[in-house]
């Protein structure tokens, strides 16, 4: 279909971007030499189009709008300072619908994953939105170490030992997020003013081996999928495909994230402070690997080749202030 769609036919328009040309009532013409209207053949395909006179997608004036739905239940909790702790965050289960994740309805070209499938159905684009995450905890910590004269441990320390050991305060911030939802293309998509989805084939959409599994093999001679490649195929030339835009239960990697900071403060003499800091971000060092390949009929299929965008591993700081 996709070759017969290129067959090379006459043009009808011809006669009006034939430049340059005067035009008139009885004869309209458009002075538009870089135009390919002005070849005496064009492609059958664009002659198909709904307006066969513009080539290529035909925008006109944009429809700059798009529909969301969200629900949540969001629960804060919060703990004032005893016995040494205190505490306050959030949690949120949640769940965001929407037929475009990046603020409008008629994406043309490449502007990112999820992109409509059939330019003239977006009706048919409602799905679960790219923005999607059923469930997030933010927690923010703050213990004071009871070690030092006059605490818990250590109440009668001399006060050169109090200097380094004692006032100490460990601080924490969690961060605890599903990950967002998978959107999937054709490594050989065959759809004329569209992007073309595949074909769900069967419900077991992985392969049981998870994100983290997949991406450590990647290095193996045959690395392990995330995706199984035997429940998507190729809808056909000119055929859209009935995955959604996202799938649901098709996730990429969440967030697991811990951040330390211990400091302690002290006043060697009045209207002065002296505060010293050691902070760790991604204290447990736990990597965040990117999205699976996610062309069917790539031969990389499903595998796991990189980290998610911005992903840091553990690191280190520390730092001395003076106040006078």
Known sequence: MSNFLQTQVGNPFYSM??????????????NEPNSNYGNTTLPLGTLLNQYPQFNGDFE???????????????VRFQKRTTHHISFE?????????????AGRNNWVGALGAGIPQQLDRLSLEHSIGGN??????????????????????????????????????LATIIT?????????????????NGTQRPQVVCSQLKTGT?????ALSWQNANPATYLNANCFGDPGDQVPGNAPRYFSGLRVDGIHNMDLN????????????????????????????????????DPLFGTVTSDAPGESPRSFQFGLRFEF
């Open 17 to 30: 971007f034939n430049t340059p040309c005067t035009s008139s009532a009885s004869h309209p013409c458009f």
């Open 60 to 74: 006109a004036l944009m429809s700059e709008e798009a529909s969301s739905w969200y629900n949540a239940l969001q």
């Open 89 to 101: 965050g959030s949690y949120t289960i949640s769940k965001e619908t929407d037929n475009s994740s």
């Open 132 to 169: 999607d995450t059923p469930q997030r905890l933010a927690l923010a910590a703050v213990v004071d170490l009871p070690i030092g004269r006059e605490k818990w441990i250590g109440g009668n320390m001399n006060r050169a030992v109090d200097a380094v050991v004692g006032g100490w305060s």
């Open 176 to 192: 605890e997020q599903s990950g967002q939802p998978m959107a999937l293309g054709m490594s050989n998509a065959r759809l004329a």
């Open 210 to 214: 998870s994100v983290h599994s997949a």
């Open 262 to 297: 211990l400091y302690k403060s002290f006043v060697p003499k009045e209207n002065m402070r002296i505060e010293v800091r050691a902070e760790m971000f991604n204290f447990t060092n736990h990597p965040r690997f990117g999205q699976p390949n996610s062309a069917v009929g």
